[in-house]
């Protein structure tokens, strides 16, 4: 339960504001993602990172803007968002990237008013 | 395109009787498929996998999932089902379309377990 955090864990945020999600992941694993959860859909995959290098947008708006300074830590920096954009944002991280088994973090609550 | 897919999106059983939690693939090549569970407030945890080897395949918290490549099923199940396993579970498998770091994890929409005490 504690191989991946996240913070914040909740987060209200106007839509001009700017804020940042920090998941840290205490595995050592080498690869990490953002995913996003909303109600009654799949949980869909936003970024990939493997070794600090970014290897899968899957078409995410601009107003998402991951950043991985090491293999620990991961951010998803967030501008501009609109209120479609509330949902759980899940952090994982696997050994490999496209590998072996994903850990989730607890995820971060996310509502923009 | 690899998919999956949780037909029911709730199941409700009794306290002590068995449960199953229904998932179906679609793949090209073999499957690697997984079973992840959400508690309220928190995130996916990881119960078990089927990459290859035998078709029954035991997990955390007294979960197993049978293989069956005939009906391309991963369908969970627990022999006596406590109501602390309340929750959302999910069935999972991997698009290796690509290969390599773009193999990715594709979810159904999940399944809500309700156990009545």
């Known amino acids: 339960e504690t191989g991946v955090t996240q913070t914040p864990r909740h987060l209200v945020m106007g839509m001009t504001n700017k804020k940042s999600l920090k998941c840290e992941q205490h595995?050592?694993?080498?690869?990490m993602y953002w995913y996003k959860q909303s109600a009654k859909k799949p949980l869909e995959l936003m970024f990939v990172?493997?070794?600090?290098?970014?290897?899968e947008n899957n078409s995410v708006p601009s107003r998402f803007s991951p950043e991985c300074p090491n293999s620990s830590h991961l951010f998803l920096h967030l501008h501009t968002l609109q209120p479609e954009d509330s949902a759980l944002y899940l952090c994982?991280?696997?050994?490999?990237?496209?590998?072996?088994?994903?850990?989730f973090g607890p995820g971060t609550r996310l509502l923009v008013l | 395109a690899q998919s999956v897919a949780q037909p029911e999106d709730q199941v409700n059983v009794a306290e002590g009787n068995p449960l199953t939690v229904k998932c179906t693939y679609s793949v090209s090549g073999n499957p690697y498929l997984f079973w992840y569970v959400q508690y309220p407030n928190r995130g996916l945890q990881f119960l078990l996998k089927y990459i290859t080897g035998d078709n029954l395949v035991k997990g955390s918290y007294g979960f197993e999932a049978e293989f069956n490549k005939s009906q391309t099923s991963f369908h969970l199940k627990k022999p006596s089902a406590l109501v602390s396993d309340s929750a959302l579970y999910f069935c999972a498998v991997r698009d290796m379309a690509y290969g390599g770091a773009t193999n990715k994890l594709i979810f159904g929409t999940g399944t809500l377990l309700a156990v009545q005490p």
């Open positions: 990172y493997s070794l600090e290098e970014r290897v």
């Open positions: 595995l050592g694993h080498n690869a």
């Open positions: 994982a991280s696997s050994q490999v990237a496209g590998e072996g088994t994903q850990y």
